[in-house]
């Protein structure tokens, strides 16, 4: 059993990727080439915002879109602590200071009635994560942020193709941006993400940063990165983006039966909590349970495989320990950090398999009450 079955994806999509592909390798435009624009077009359209830019990873995407706002050395940016890495890191290598605010304990995403009291007169943005497929409260976000003049950077890299009060992902704030790594609801076969924006300063400032800071050959008004995508990637791209819609929608139905099947088979687990207001990729199926390791373990003894997204809140990181924020400074996160468990979760999820997982876990659960001293 595979985690995220993107072999069965590709048994798929191998013709139209390998036409893709081989067209690239024919034109022989493998940095910018046209493959790049056109899937451009394609996802800003998806998004409904006026700009896509193709970017190099989620990362970069994030660095672009904080370049592109001038953030800076002694700014501060306040973001979630429970998320990957990347959304901190790159707060940080900005020399700017990432200000951590906990989480809603329904949806695990940055809450937004904790945001107003971190703000600062250095405070110079927000940015919201949409964790396992589905976004922030980005309507309370954004009123936040236009009360205090502060932009709003969506990391949608979890998120993309999931909606909320009937919008899209990366298109709900100032710039969205995403990651096109492999095993992301949208991947690529390498490193590739996306920055979006309705903002056409910013989609120029975002351009130029995307090729050192230039804005006509060998002349850099300022200082950007070599963020590109590969053109290739883009092809790849282009080919998965047909059925994406498809996928969105079968992600959509896997995850819910997923809450439906767990709650009546194994109602001691948390499964996820989606409001009203939103529609989740389930960029991964997060449960949460008392006795991860146990549960885990068992799952995967009995073939199942599991992941743990993430074990230890940002600012428990060694590298973030400069800023001196011990235990107990978020203990929402620090509790979702100790019980999430992420189980197998493709848009090729079969039925049968799910109810398998789902039994194979009301075991583990089981078996650990029953392993429990009286
Ligand atoms: C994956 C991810 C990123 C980074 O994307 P890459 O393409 O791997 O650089 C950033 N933020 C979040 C929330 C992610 O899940």
Do not use: W
Not at 200 to 219: C, K
């Amino acid at each position: 059993m595979e985690f995220i079955d993107l072999k069965a994806q590709y048994a798929q999509l191998r013709a139209p990727i390998m036409q893709r592909i081989q067209a690239v390798l024919d034109h022989g435009s493998y940095i910018m080439g046209p493959e790049i624009k056109e899937l451009e077009e394609k996802l800003s359209a998806y998004v409904g915002v006026g700009h896509c830019l193709t970017v190099s990873s989620g990362t970069d995407a994030l660095l672009i879109a904080m370049m592109a706002l001038d953030i800076r050395p002694g700014d501060e940016v306040i973001t979630t602590p429970f998320t990957f890495i990347a959304t901190g890191e790159m707060i940080a290598l900005l020399g700017a200071k990432p200000v951590f605010v906990d989480i809603d304990p329904e949806t695990l995403n940055l809450d937004p009635a904790r945001i107003e009291r971190a703000i600062t007169p250095r405070t110079r943005a927000i940015m919201p994560v949409g964790v396992y497929g589905q976004c922030a409260d980005l309507d309370a976000i954004n009123a936040i942020a236009s009360a205090h003049g502060l932009a709003v950077i969506e990391d949608g890299a979890q998120s993309f193709g999931a909606t909320y009060r009937g919008r899209r992902s990366c298109g709900l704030s100032t710039i969205g941006c995403t990651s096109f790594f492999p095993s992301k609801p949208l991947g690529c076969y390498g490193d590739g993400g996306a920055v979006f924006t309705d903002d056409d300063a910013l989609a120029t400032a975002m351009r130029e940063i995307r090729v050192h800071g230039q804005d006509r050959r060998y002349h850099h008004p300022r200082i950007g990165i070599n963020g590109r995508m590969d053109t290739i990637q883009a092809a790849i791209l282009l080919a998965k983006f047909e059925v994406f819609p498809d996928e969105v929608v079968a992600r959509e139905r896997i995850g819910a039966r997923y809450t439906q099947r767990i709650a009546e088979r194994c109602p001691s687990v948390v499964t996820p909590t989606v409001p009203r207001t939103n529609m989740s990729v389930y960029a991964q199926y997060t449960v949460q349970v008392e006795n991860r390791a146990e549960v885990s373990q068992y799952l995967n003894s009995r073939g199942v495989p599991t992941a743990v997204h993430y074990p230890m809140p940002l600012h428990r990181q060694p590298a973030f320990a400069f800023l001196g924020l011990g235990p107990g400074s978020f203990p929402v996160a620090e509790q979702a950090a100790g019980n999430v468990l992420s189980l197998p979760m493709h848009p090729n999820l079969h039925p049968a398999t799910q109810d398998l997982i789902v039994e194979v876990l009301r075991e583990a659960v089981h078996a650990r009450r029953e392993a429990a001293p009286a």
